[in-house]
């Protein structure tokens, strides 16, 4: 299994795509059927106290799974996610930034399978873990 | 099973505890272990193209869940998201405002257990459903 | 929405197909997107104490949403279970049958969703609940 | 963090307490947070046309997970199901025995947080991802 696309590539396609996310995501690797991504902390992410709230971590790891997918089916598909299901296990660390290792279990033609882990940077713990579900659109 | 706390000391509960969210969530109905919350779309909700995104809704979902379990146990408890399960069914209409229906399915001392249906206001069918689990302090 | 098939059409459909659980399930009532299966509890779904097992509740959960998507896409359609999010929410009543009150959520042209609560025979609260995606063969 | 149980006393507690799943599994593999079980495919296990069923895969990840989790708070905690996620990604091979590869991903006072991944011996790519959450009795 190739790259269809690196990591310039995926940024280009977020900022056109999504802008209202940038800033927020670096690429950190990409490799085929994985991805690690960083999500650069800002005050919209955090609950009071300074830990990340739960949709902000949501946002990371589908952003993750589906920069994976991406990257294996290229630019012109346009999956959405159909089902998520996540496990909060311990408090962010208040004031750092995270990080998402995300990996593709499955590329079907309809259905892609991920799953990743989310980390606290500086933390050996992981924070949370997520599974998603996206469905391709035939067309591509 | 009793209210121990009404719609409005809900809302000044989350304006204290919660202030990056106000104005996003309004409290429609309450009764014991069920809530209807709306969400107030704004951009910061939306992905191009005008449909809310996967985030927000998981968000309405965990704070309506919350709302219903608070409702039942008091604002002394803090609990936490601890699992998520969601199912993305349907597209968002666009630039509609969102209303999700939770119920508490399980209020135990350790654990509580909701699931919702989210809409777009206007529409019939359901866009998403969601599960949540949350976590109850023993000092409670 | 109209039922293609009756509950004898049902249990016909699940003899032939599946006679492995042939006795074990009763279909108590249908109707277009909705389904009450009954599990007649044995020996083989029994943890030691006599409460019946989560795989046991995670079957049943199984059968009756699959039945319920059956009844509405017809025998031909051989749906597959992708995706399975369940809540053990409390401890089934000792010896007792297990009954299912099953919905579907979305039936689209790839994917069907729904969602279902388990109660002991005899109890109020529900023991458990599930929500599972299906997958709907494209030559149907 | 010390295992508390080796292979001999996970088999040992296994006959005892759940003497219906006895030669079903086989513990290939054990370390802290991590364990590997086989199940012994029999026909209890499978779907018309040979394939193991949903819920026998359901079982797998659950006894897996569970075992890991024994190993490490001893056999005294009598740790039971909250909720589980699985996504079924590929059709396991007919006939062939199963193996499943978990880990603890968080060992709480109150929870514990697995995830796991089934594979059909001899195959490549996994069949089925589960993550469970199991609740931990407080006299432990």
Redesign the interface.
């Known amino acids: 299994m190739q790259l269809k696309m690196d990591i310039a590539a995926l940024e280009k396609f977020l900022e056109a795509?999504?802008?209202?996310v940038t800033g927020q995501f670096t690429i950190e690797d990409l490799a085929p059927m994985r991805v690690r991504v960083r999500m650069n902390v800002q005050?919209?992410h955090?609950?009071?106290g300074g830990t990340v709230?739960?949709?902000?971590m949501?946002?990371l790891a589908?952003c993750a799974i589906y920069l994976a997918t991406l990257a294996m089916i290229g630019p012109k598909g346009l999956a959405?996610?159909?089902?998520?299901?996540?496990?909060?296990?311990?408090k962010p660390a208040s004031g750092a930034d995270m990080v998402c290792e995300a990996k593709l279990?499955?590329l079907?033609r309809?259905?892609a399978?991920g799953?990743a882990?989310i980390w606290s940077v500086g933390q050996d713990?992981?924070v949370a873990?997520a599974?998603m579900?996206y469905?391709i659109p035939p067309e591509r």
């Open positions: 795509e999504f802008p209202q005050d919209q955090l609950r009071p709230s739960g949709p902000s949501f946002s589908d959405v996610t159909t089902n998520a299901s996540i496990d909060f296990m311990r279990l499955k079907g309809v259905l399978v799953d882990l713990q992981p873990r599974s579900t469905s």
